[in-house]
């Protein structure tokens, strides 16, 4: 390895820093073999070529935190390595020599330098970048004194305009929008404009769909939520669905009451099902004629819920198994329905309780529980979930919203005060399939604690739309 800086240059180097910084990193490299304290004054020379940039660099919110920490304590050489450290990954010609740069991030190549100036060990991805490093010394110099050449003179509207833009945008965004800036993509006024754009909604770049468990996008959202407009047609509606096996086109059937009673009586308390095998969905108008269009949404997502279902798209075997199952708690349901028509008085006969109530047991094991009926109603919450918080971010004020949201996240975490009337409007509790499945899978805690799980995640997703849309 190249020594690049002589003892006493080092020697120099560490002299500037504070004494208890100077001490503590002195006495972890000491232990060092000769070849790493080469390594370290070669990277520590990089990081004093650009103690000049920090402020520039930290304005960014690169290397932020751990590069202000080092600043402060008067380490301003390590200061200035982790800062350059930090933006290498936002330099391509850097990353094209040096892809661990990419694969560590801004964060892995902070910690880098934080470790190289403490003397810990690294790993072998690590050392493989700080020989590159040291071999690419130069075309590292030259490239991010221009990125500081760039950034320099914007400083302080970086500084004004981005923390409004990360809040509303998000993170990955402001880090996508800095790298097309420092690469030449896109040029300084479009970089500033963009910043500038968080200062009002942007409800177009909004997406309000599931991003946990089984996911539809925004366009099988509007696909399927146009069957809703035709349920009244006798024309059969076409669904085109990506799946993990590849795409699917699902045909949407609608038939009456008395087409289910006589060739599917077995289903005939059922609003709608899903034939997998034969890409099929079927909405029984009988059973759907007096619910509202909120209802047969989740009805609809329910059911294409088990066409993307992976378990049954891949095994026969399973879907039988399942189907078996099912058919035998629909009965039991089936039943169970019969029994509570049934004028038991004008028979002379007591109402069988206890027959209903085991018939009931029987269907929600079988049916309800049935491991595909949870995916699908899991399905069917989550995307209700996204679908409230649309609908509701144009009648309630933000501030609303947000407080649901983090009452979901709360609620999640354990805290039983957090259920609130907010939470319940976005959740879509005031619906019965919402309503019903959150109740029942109480009696699954481990299932149940999964849903919440999925449900918290979603509401950090849904925060960051409705700053957005809002």
């Given at each position: ?6 003892e ?44 000049p ?119 990955n ?22 910043l ?20 539809f ?12 407009d ?126 209903i ?86 009696s ?9 799980v ?7 997703y ?9």
């Amino acid at each position: 390895m190249k020594i690049i800086i002589s003892e006493s240059q080092y020697k120099l180097i560490i002299e500037q820093r504070s004494d208890a910084a100077m001490d503590a990193q002195a006495k972890a490299i000491s232990s060092l073999p000769s070849e790493y304290k080469h390594a370290l004054m070669t990277i520590l020379g990089i990081g004093s070529a650009f103690i000049p940039f920090i402020g520039p660099f930290i304005s960014t919110g690169i290397g932020l935190a751990e590069a202000s920490m080092y600043y402060s304590e008067g380490d301003k050489k390590t200061a200035g390595m982790v800062a350059a450290f930090s933006m290498l990954p936002f330099v391509g010609s850097i990353v094209s020599k040096i892809p661990g740069v990419e694969q560590l991030g801004t964060k892995g190549m902070a910690l880098l330098a934080s470790k190289l100036s403490k003397g810990q060990k690294l790993t072998q991805l690590e050392s493989e970048i700080v020989n590159s490093i040291n071999k690419f010394k130069q075309l590292i110099n030259s490239e991010l004194t221009k990125v500081s050449s760039k950034i320099s003179p914007i400083t302080k509207e970086i500084q004004s305009l981005k923390p409004a833009y990360i809040e509303r945008f998000g993170r990955n965004k402001y880090d996508e929008l800095l790298r097309e800036y420092i690469s030449g993509t896109s040029d300084k006024n479009y970089f500033l404009q963009s910043l500038n754009s968080a200062k009002k909604a942007s409800p177009n770049l909004a997406s309000f769909v599931t991003r946990f468990g089984i996911k539809f996008s925004k366009n099988e959202i509007d696909q399927i939520r146009k069957v809703i407009d035709n349920i009244g047609s006798d024309v059969i509606d076409i669904v085109k669905l990506e799946t993990k096996n590849g795409p699917r086109t699902i045909r949407v059937r609608k038939v009456d009451g008395d087409w289910v009673a006589k060739n599917r009586p077995d289903l005939t308390n059922s609003a709608g099902w899903a034939q997998s095998e034969d890409n099929l969905v079927v909405i029984n108008r009988g059973a759907t004629q007096h619910m509202n269009n909120k209802s047969i949404d989740d009805l609809l997502i329910h059911e294409f819920g088990h066409i993307k279902d992976p378990s049954i798209i891949k095994s026969p075997v399973y879907r039988k198994l399942y189907n078996t199952k099912a058919s035998q708690g629909i009965e039991s349901l089936k039943k169970v329905a019969d029994y509570e028509k049934t004028d038991w008085g004008a028979l002379g006969l007591s109402k069988p309780v206890g027959d209903i109530a085991d018939l009931k047991k029987v269907g929600t094991k079988n049916y309800i529980l049935n491991p595909n009926e949870i995916i699908a109603n899991n399905t069917m919450t989550l995307q209700s979930f996204a679908t409230q918080t649309e609908r509701l971010s144009k009648l309630l004020p933000k501030k609303d919203i947000l407080k649901g949201l983090d009452d979901i996240i709360n609620h999640a975490k354990g805290n039983p005060n957090a259920w609130s009337r907010e939470a319940e409007m976005l959740l879509g509790y005031d619906y019965p399939f919402i309503k019903d499945h959150l109740e029942t899978l109480v009696s699954k805690p481990s299932e149940y604690k999964k849903l919440w799980v999925k449900l918290a995640q979603q509401s950090e997703y849904l925060k960051s739309q409705i700053k957005l849309t809002m």
